[in-house]
């Protein structure tokens, strides 16, 4: 879950949301709301298919860009971001913040995260 405090570095945060997760419970507006209201930077990027929370933390986001990254979705969305970030070729590794809209969010709620509302 992202912290509400000001990110002391410049950089936006990236936000791999999966809108196909879970109760597919549309958070953009939430999201945006908060992060604004902060004034956090972030940039969202929407997946598309099925293996996209995988391969764009692997293969496609340049994590030299963002300070953070946050998947949005349900257990199997964190799994994926989190594994697909790890299996860079480059190495390269930034903080993981999680947003719970899965159905159980059953990680989320053993570190203490409940739903945005």
Do not use: Q
Request: glycine share 10%; with cysteine; aromatic share 4%.
């Amino acid at each position: 879950m992202i912290s509400m405090r000001t990110l002391s570095n410049e950089k936006p945060i990236c936000i791999v949301y999966n809108p196909n997760s879970g109760r597919m419970r549309d958070l953009v507006p939430i999201i945006e709301k908060r992060l604004n209201a902060a004034n956090i930077k972030f940039e969202m990027i929407n997946t598309k298919k099925a293996g996209d929370t995988y391969t764009m933390p692997r293969d496609e986001i340049d994590l030299d860009k963002y300070s953070m990254l946050v998947a949005c979705g349900g257990d199997g969305t964190y799994h994926e971001v989190i594994n697909g970030m790890l299996a860079r070729k480059d190495g390269k590794k930034i903080p993981i913040g999680m947003l719970p809209n899965g159905s159980g969010n059953d990680t989320c709620r053993s570190l203490g995260a409940e739903h945005l509302d």
